[in-house]
């Protein structure tokens, strides 16, 4: 009797599995062998209905065609629903799955928002942005299965990239930053090696760890912004950009205690080193153009440009190998090292 109840009891469970997985591959395969399909879509800002959305809104489909066993599925299982907008597949976003009984409807919310596992997904949709809003073709399925079928032209709704005021907004705010250090770096000495003023009131040579300081800051403060305007979230800084920020931040702080250094071991006969324009100035040292400058500029620029292609097209700041600081680190390092065996105040002739 005791083995007769154990088999029942196996063959019981083996059947409810077998049911279960034949649930889950049926409504797998819902566009192949069922009704079900999409009828509708629409968004909600603010539960306003609207055919336009942007990230943090949420998005409405709606389903006929379903089986009760399938309307039961969705509603236990939204978390294996999917959502896909173009090609891009976005799982975990629904939140709520509505199902009016016996009748095959269903109506299907999805919240609109940027994790981790859909990052790369989000940026072959956000990213290279050439427009202010685009059209986009959406639908659902499950994890393991395929799409919905639906009525393509019907089931478009326009996904806002970028709020045209924000736009506007984030890219006035960088031309002002770019006034500002433009205007620091020429009428004041923000941007310049320190030392007495020469005489006749002429600039100071500008200083490369300043400058290389104010280019990061410039473009980092920038794409910060325009970041979080696209992607709705503020977190986006890198600890390797922190580190390469603070590489430059160390090496301006570093020459300007060599600087002051120099002033004091000078001799009241030193020439007093006058600006012969940004370039000179940034790759002159006391014998004349340095390779070691020309290496630490040239890097500089070549780290910049990759910055901000990986914000343009990733949205998101590139995360640096640790060879990639390494190599950053020695170049700021040798700047630094040769700076020490600057004879002061000789970085030009003396002013006739």
Known sequence: ???????????TARVVLGSGLCLAASVARADATSTAQVVNVYCLVNEVRTNAAGLGDSLVVSVDGL???????????????????????????????????????????????????????????????????????????????????????????????????????CLIMSALLLVVVFLLATKTGALRDDGPA??????????????????????????????????????????????????????????HAQAAGNRDNASISSPVPVSEGFIKDALTDDVGIS????????????????????VWHNLAMPEFSGTTLGLMGISSGTYLGFMLTEFPHHRNKPLK
């Open 1 to 11: 009797m005791t083995r007769f109840m154990n088999r029942m009891k196996t063959l």
């Open 291 to 310: 390779f070691h400058r020309f290496q630490m500029f040239v890097w500089t620029i070549v780290m910049g440009i990759i910055y901000v292609t990986e």
């Open 67 to 169: 089986s009760p066993q399938q309307q039961g599925f969705a509603s236990k299982n939204k978390g294996k629903l999917i959502l896909f907008l173009n090609a891009a597949t976005l799982p975990g976003l629904c939140t709520y799955v509505g199902v009016a009984p016996n009748t095959g409807h269903a109506e299907l919310r999805f919240r609109l928002q940027r994790t981790d596992a859909t990052r790369q997904e989000w940026a072959a949709i956000l990213g290279q942005p050439r427009q202010f809003s685009l059209p986009v073709h959406v639908t659902v399925g499950l994890e393991d299965g395929g799409k919905l079928p639906g009525d393509d032209d019907a089931n478009i709704v326009y996904f806002i990239v970028i709020h045209e005021r924000w736009f506007w907004a």
């Open 198 to 255: 020469p005489p006749g009131d002429l600039p100071r040579p500008y200083s490369l760890a300043r400058c290389q300081m104010a280019f990061w800051f410039v473009l980092v403060v920038p794409a910060f912004v325009f970041l979080w305007l696209m992607t709705g979230t503020y977190d986006t800084l890198t600890q390797s950009m922190l580190v390469l920020m603070g590489v430059s931040a160390g090496t301006a702080v570093f020459a």
